[in-house]
């Protein structure tokens, strides 16, 4: 007589991963690791679709009109203009999944647990983050609206490099990457301004090599002596503020280091240069069609448990002249 056999699967075993799993407290904990994970999210429109059926969101762009002077005896005038709308699909769905063998479950340390729900949050959270400062390619390009890699690889081709903001960048051969400084900054600032961007809630996300850069103070040729530094201000101890990323304040605008910034690519194919992102709130948005969840379900042809969080989000530019990118060394 025939027997089948299941598949061969990866689990965790008795004496390399342990770990022991309390299921009604997975949820809470996931849910707690992923936010305290995210930087970019908290700092963008989040447009959540929880519970509704569908994978499309339509958002409508009115445009802006000026206003007319009214003449004495004669009728107003009228505004007539058909105003468009932005289409967002929604379509990443991630998981994170482990199995969990009775053996280690019995033998394991009660705490392994945590590593495991930490390890799902931080995950997802960075999944997310990623994917949300991947949509800075589209700023300046009024035809952009989300981030792929078929249609929009890392070529940037809106984006500036770092030492003056005006310099397009320029992906050829090795690119034209150029650190940071003062003047790029004053100068994405200023194009903001140009645009009419609102300067409330405006941010700005640097990869590590910049947050060494400023928190180290850059020379006289690059100076950004003007800001003001969270680590030698106010905070202390665990309180300080440079703990959850945010590091200074340059020209009234918070700056955050996140290691997800994005990586760029040059034709040479070299992922060596990282893009900083200078925003304002209402320029990106994620869409949450479902926060991360946690489920757990008894296998018994493998004697373990399965253990799975999943999240289902998409990102998009919302308004493109919201923000600028600089395009730096890594």
Known sequence: MATATYPGAGGITATTELGVFIPELWSDEIIGTYKSNLVAAPLVVTMDHVGKKGDTVHIPTPTRESANAKAETTAVTIIANTEGNKTFTINQHFEYSRLIEDFAKVQAIDTYRSFYTDDAGYALSKLVDTNILREGAGFGDSNFVQWSQATNPEHWDTAYVGNDG????????????STLTDAAIRRSLQRLDDDDVPSAR??????????????????????????????????????????????????????????????????NGDLDQRAVLIFQKEALTLFEQQRPRTQTQYKQEYLADLFTADIIFDTGVLRPEGGVALIVPE
Request: no cysteine; proline share 5%.
């Open 202 to 267: 405006r941010v700005m996300i640097v990869p590590p090599v910049e947050k060494s850069n400023i928190l180290g103070g850059i020379g006289t040729s690059n100076d950004l002596r003007t800001y003001s530094q969270y680590s030698s201000t106010g905070e202390a101890g665990s309180a300080n503020q440079i703990r959850s990323g945010l590091i200074a304040d340059i020209y009234g605008v918070p700056v955050y280091v996140s290691t997800n910034a994005p990586i760029v690519d040059d034709d």
């Open 166 to 177: 005006t310099t397009l960048y320029d992906n050829a051969t090795t690119g034209n990457a």
